[in-house]
């Protein structure tokens, strides 16, 4: 596609479900990021791909959440045994190559919201 | 530890006079240094980095940054606002591994006409 997609675009599920985000980076870029914005809040760091890999997932909140990605394209955001405080926009982007070369541009996804009742 | 301080939570500015958003980070090692852009009802964008080499950095919009290692400051600047630039703005560092990005909490920017 032209851009970052990322589904469902809006996603509602009661406390103590499990949740998956998903993200299609653009076709080619190798580095893939997550983060959330809470409702009138800041951006939060979540992970970082390089490939399919993720060197550093300290930024995930907890050990409910997880992600991977396969094929160097889409990648997976899961949530276990969601709770309140995980309402939040999940922004997803990606580059060509990675944030530390100087020309490299990210580009977001308009996001998942997600709520929890 | 990595950090970013962005010490306006707003500003407010009149079209067609310059305009600064300020951004302090700290950091282990070189500094990788990001502006981000949240339109209201739109997406975030990535406006400039600073990797290496020239202070001053160039971004999209007319926006440029200056890298000040001194003063560890990496403030946003535009010469003459637009009120289209009305926006939130994010300061971003990543961390001394460069695999982790720290934000700054935002600062609201008004251009008013």
């Known amino acids: 596609g032209a851009g970052v997609s990322q589904s469902p675009s809006n996603k509602v599920t009661e406390k103590g479900k499990d949740v998956e985000l998903r993200c299609d980076p653009i076709?080619?870029?190798?580095?893939l990021y997550w983060y959330r914005q809470r409702l009138g809040q800041g951006l939060e760091f979540l992970i970082y791909f390089q490939g399919n890999s993720a060197p550093d997932k300290s930024g995930l909140p907890s050990d409910r959440f997880s992600a991977e990605r396969t094929g160097e394209s889409v990648s997976t955001l899961t949530i276990q045994r969601t709770q309140q405080e995980d309402s939040a926009v999940y922004l997803c982007?990606?580059?060509?190559?990675?944030?530390?070369?100087?020309?490299?541009?990210?580009?977001f996804g308009p996001g998942t919201r997600l709520t929890v009742l | 530890a990595q950090s970013v301080a962005q010490p306006e939570d707003q500003v407010n500015v009149a079209e067609g006079n310059p305009l600064t958003v300020k951004c302090t980070y700290s950091?282990?090692?070189?500094?990788?240094l990001f502006w981000y852009v949240q339109y209201p009802n739109r997406g975030l964008q990535f406006l400039l980095k600073?990797?290496?080499?020239?202070?001053l950095v160039k971004g999209s919009y007319g926006f440029e940054a200056e890298f000040n290692k001194s003063q560890t400051s990496f403030h946003l600047k535009k010469p003459s606002a637009l009120v289209s630039d009305s926006a939130l703005y994010f300061c971003a560092v990543m961390g001394y591994n460069f695999n982790k990005f720290y934000f700054g909490s935002g600062t609201k920017l008004n251009v008013k006409p």
């Open positions: 982007a990606s580059s060509i190559v990675a944030p530390t070369t100087d020309t490299d541009t990210q580009y």
């Open positions: 950091v282990s090692g070189n500094p990788y």
């Open positions: 600073y990797i290496t080499g020239d202070n």
């Open positions: 076709s080619g870029h190798t580095a």
